[in-house]
């Protein structure tokens, strides 16, 4: 059970720092323009 959750955390950590990315390259390629 305490994996389980802990795999959740682990999980939720990562989509957010994939989101961050994805928003720092756009943020990026917006002021190339």
């Not at 957010?16 to 943020?27: K, P, Q, R, V």
Request: proline share 0%; aromatic share 12%.
């Amino acid at each position: 059970m305490i994996n389980i959750i802990s795999l959740n955390i682990c999980m939720a950590q990562v989509k957010e720092c994939y989101l961050l990315c994805i928003l720092m390259s756009f943020s990026f390629a917006w002021t190339l323009k």
